[in-house]
């Protein structure tokens, strides 16, 4: 359905958790092939399989790396609040548009099910086809003529150059859209790494940490992809550690990883299956490593 | 249906090429979060959508690291000649019985239309009972009772025990499993990483170089889950850099980097949607960096 | 699932609700191309669509005419009890397997969500294969070979034989299989022909009736395919007129009408959307109508 | 794709053979549920399962009783020329839009592969707005305010008289659309009813039988829903009988039944698998019958 709608120049989103994400494989990659924008919403729950119901963000990999076959990407917004949530589908739609690419917004079953106060100041009403040509350049067939969408190219070396431009414009993506947020890492010899609602427990832990008199630190990617790896891989020049803290078995942590390289050690921290852990375990991670 | 089919003991396998695996997406998930044995296989075409039906080698971060929801693995088995095609059809087998976990062969449109001779000696008739159980191991139900075979757990901290539990069956995995080729290595300068059909062809490159007095080899990962993590960290120290050629944008590359570390440059070079690079080719990418 | 569980030979079921076997369609057909047993039930809610989660019996055209493309018959049995709900499983299986085609437990949200006592005395161990033989007669593959499931046949004249294999069996299905249950129709001026919850509902009817001196009664096609034709057609001779009750708008109302004929009226009395009638509801159609 | 492209107010269309049709079955029902209007082309070939590649026509009970779950129909037209298959996407369109319905357009392997001179001139281009509320009257949501899509209804009274609006929209169809054309059938005494590629074989037997002196006429239904009951009923008390060629097993036979009554013979002539009958076949059938 989303490929359908989104094929009418039309804002298009779906939201599911985790085996309804899985179940798009196919047509994301269809989505991603032909061109088009769109804005997927996935809330993590525990898997693999039907799993739990319970807050996971077992689904990095996923957003992030194999998403379905072929290369292409999604830019994956990470909402760490409810008013995320919110502004991240305006945000998610801006940037599906100006690229032309599916968004995810990368949630779990604790911002899922979260009650907060929002302010609700973006309500925007349809684009304009005028619109949709100045936020996406060269949308093709606004104006006349037939629209072709598709992701079929039989001819090898045409498929080839498909391909390439689509890198150009993932390069342009990693140089303009990387999006973070820090908390006292400036003088941090230890930071952390956290999405989403890893990032907000994590960001007690900062507390918790600063008040005994440790010098620790939050780095939150708000984008999974594009990753925040130039920030990283100058953080590993003044920081001792990572502590990447992530509700899975370890997988942002490689991302850590292949920012920082091997200069500086980089640690994972994770529960699984829909368990959660508190900013006090992350400390005391934080301090057995210390 | 290789859910169905594999749910009651029997060895289930099935093929597709790219976009029909990623349908499958969800299903492989459920399998693996069942505990339950199958072979799939992929016989990669480029992408991403339908793209062409030429060979590509874009679906190595799908088959590897984010094919679906959940916190799990395939072990995938990546073949570089028409025997391997064969051989690993029982090998997948065995590991995935050995395991209960699936097991993906990764090939691709240049192994999946070549014409070889095969030695076709490993015939053997279905499996009992008895050997499910010395297979196995602890295969449920064989004896009698119900055999509960299901994904789901509702209990977060019983399914944190049953992500820990496949967990550490990975490390099994990860300590017995790897499997690899090198090609004139021991003295190697630049080392070439390739799998599959890539290998193949590097292996040729590799004998351009020789007969130029050029110290290159090939390391060739048979397993690309579980990866030669170890032994890439081995050469790490001994070679001046690598070079991860691989038909796609860039995929493997980043497990070569996260093996290697920034002890040594690790480059990649690649083509696209379904064109293939020559033994040159890569040579003359070599000699650049070199 | 089902296609791959049955393949192997085991006793397979699934159940769901309306949408959830329209999503079954291509399946069903493969499975009955394929000469497999299966038992689907359909647990019946109002549609069209997503509709509601209340009792429809409006999947009847489904359940036996239209399912999937092809010329193929599930056999639908229609529980109007708890109990009947447990025994048709193993009435189901037994059918299922003796013709080797799917069978269907056409049911609704009336029948699914009641409470009554059930006695539950058929529980019975896996078959052996000698078993499977014995009840299936010819299947295939038992005692060695391979054992070929495909529904595929790229000879049209094969093809057609393959059909006419399947229709002679369909018309033992037809001449052995019908069952029915009729409440007061020997004497009946109109009969009232019902099934599932439909029935249950029309018994009282009936009941009601009887105690008005009307001389009502009720026919109960307990198998929807094959469909108690032969006997409407004896009943059309002596009754005045058929009320057909079913909660939908007008299905297997065809069904009486091609079995009776235009020497008796057929007329048809319905609810939709998950709307349930009374016995006194069906009582006032009736009455209307003499 | 389609009830997403659908649900954005465009003209959306699918073609699909067999398989693939059933695989929509879900998706048909909530565009029905939703009333969005469609086009869906189902190329027949013979079934059940994956069956052949020849020609069909055993998807008729699909198309016009039980295509999925719920009380619901669409427009079947059945083209018999390669000119109808361009004008019936137009009348199509047109009804969908007419009546807020999916139209399918029930064509097989003979016509759908056959090369005909075809007139090309109603090409038009999108609808506008304007036209669109035109043409579909009471089209929501078009002048601004939220569009709500959906199948969804939880008050079973209020499914109940959606239901209701839907049945009264079919009896529209029913009394406006009827098509059909007749070849001879003024002073037969034996009345082919065929539709689609049967239909073209039977004009030929209609020519063959007028030539030997014999009363043969044809009717062709052009819409299968609604069906021509009314002519049918008229024809029936003139002509001495009835044979319905159509390949498959016996399907369109129940309808002429239906329309026809006991007051005349109503016999079936069919082949299948992907068999076809010729001119002459069907002519000694009719001798036999006659």
């Not at 989104?6 to 899985?22: E, H, I, L, Q």
């Not at 809330?43 to 996923?62: K, M």
């Not at 907060?116 to 040509?133: G, K, L, N």
């Not at 969408?149 to 390439?164: C, Q």
Request: glycine share 10%; hydrophobic share 45%; net charge negative.
């Amino acid at each position: 359905m989303v490929y359908g709608g989104a094929a009418t120049g039309k804002r298009v989103m779906t939201s599911s958790s985790s085996p309804g994400v899985s179940l798009m494989a196919e047509g994301i990659s269809y989505i991603a092939g032909a061109n088009l924008p769109c804005l997927i919403v996935n809330v993590q729950r525990g898997g693999p399989g039907l799993g739990t119901i319970q807050p996971s963000q077992a689904d990095y990999f996923q957003a992030v790396k194999g998403t379905a076959h072929g290369d292409f990407h999604m830019i994956v917004l990470a909402p760490s609040s409810v008013q995320e949530m919110y502004d991240f589908v305006f945000d998610g739609f801006d940037l599906a548009f100006k690229y032309r690419v599916p968004v995810m917004m990368l949630s779990d079953g604790i911002i899922g099910q979260m009650m907060e106060r929002v302010t609700m100041d973006r309500q925007r009403p349809r684009w304009s086809a005028e619109e949709i040509v100045t936020i996406s350049g060269e949308w093709a067939a606004v104006g006349g003529g037939h629209n072709i969408v598709t992701s079929l190219e039989m001819d090898s070396a045409v498929m080839e150059r498909r391909n390439e431009a689509l890198q150009q414009r993932y390069g342009v993506i990693v140089r303009d859209e990387v999006r973070l947020e820090e908390v006292q890492v400036d003088d941090a010899e230890y930071v952390i790494v956290a999405f989403g609602s890893s990032a907000r427990i994590a960001s007690e832990t900062v507390e918790l940490a600063r008040a005994e008199g440790l010098k620790v630190g939050l780095l939150r990617p708000i984008t999974l992809w594009p990753f925040p790896t130039e920030r990283i891989g100058v953080l590993a020049h003044k920081a001792k550690g990572f502590l990447v803290a992530e509700l899975n078995a370890g997988q942002m942590v490689e991302d850590v990883r292949l920012a920082a390289g091997r200069d500086v050690p980089v640690h994972h921290y994770g529960r699984m299956g829909g368990m959660i852990y508190s900013p006090e375990e992350i400390l005391a991670e934080l301090k057995r490593l210390m």
